[in-house]
């Protein structure tokens, strides 16, 4: 890898880090860029994967002012990512990815048109009482299927899971956001840890991910924090509209 592709690499990381900390889909800058550059497409998925572990930790830390009070509530959903997250590795290393791509895009449609339409669906949720503190049981199965999907490939996942907790939790959108970035956090970890014991890693993509992802983290939760909820739900709908355009245009 040349002096410039390596400066490529680490920019694709800066900027995923921080697009994933505002919202999610920072995939679909690192992975193409790294096609681009002549990385198979299994050890670019898995090499970038394990590189965007400590921007999301990072990510994570950015927003620990959100996060204040929502221990329990991380406690019963987080073994609902890190279950999806293990589940999404190990189909990635046995399944031919057109098994699962192939309903990508409507995935990603569904979480756009949820985060579109947060507003008036939270409010018929209000007027029936239907939405516990933490969550009812739907919102554990539904961030469990997210992390299979963050486990498998990750783009937009951070669409999903925003739609997801916007819907199921009485919260603000930032507060979502501060618990999108540590779930999305658990997937990427184990996600990681299968991946480095099993697949084929390339360990250079993943150093320079893994600074450029860090510094995006804490440029991500500067910029997040300041973004209205209106502008948050606007900027995540275009990132997952551009991200449905970009796999099927692929």
């Known amino acids: 890898m040349t002096f410039w592709e390596m400066v490529a690499v680490f920019l694709a990381g800066t900027a995923a880090g921080t697009i994933n900390t505002v919202v999610g889909s920072g995939t679909l800058i690192t992975f193409p860029t790294l096609l681009a550059l002549g990385v198979s497409p299994v050890t670019a998925n898995v090499s970038n994967n394990i590189g965007l572990v400590p921007g999301s930790l990072s990510g994570a830390y950015g927003y620990r002012r959100e996060l204040e009070g929502q221990r329990d509530r991380l406690k019963r959903l987080g073994p609902a990512s890190v279950l999806g997250g293990l589940t999404g590795a190990v189909l990635l290393l046995q399944l031919p990815s057109e098994a699962f791509d192939s309903i990508v895009p409507a995935l990603i449609l569904v979480g756009v048109l949820l985060v579109l339409f947060q507003p008036v669906i939270n409010k018929r949720l209000a ?124």
Do not use: C
Not at 164 to 180: C, F, I, P, Y
Not at 225 to 243: E, F, H, N, Q
């Open 127 to 250: 007027r029936r009482g239907d939405r516990p503190e933490h969550g009812a049981a739907w919102v554990w199965v539904l961030v469990f299927l997210a992390g299979i999907y963050g486990g498998y490939f990750g783009a937009a996942q951070g669409v999903l899971l925003m739609a997801v907790l916007g819907v199921g939790l009485h919260e603000s959108m930032q507060r979502n956001n501060a618990t999108k970035n540590v779930l999305a956090a658990l997937v990427n970890g184990v996600a990681a840890v299968v991946f480095i014991a099993v697949a084929d890693v390339d360990w250079k993509i993943v150093a320079l991910i893994a600074v450029g992802s860090t510094i995006g983290g804490q440029l991500g939760a500067t910029v997040g924090r300041k973004l209205s909820p209106t502008l948050l739900r606007v900027v995540i709908v275009l990132v997952g509209v551009t991200a449905v355009v970009a796999f099927l245009l692929d």
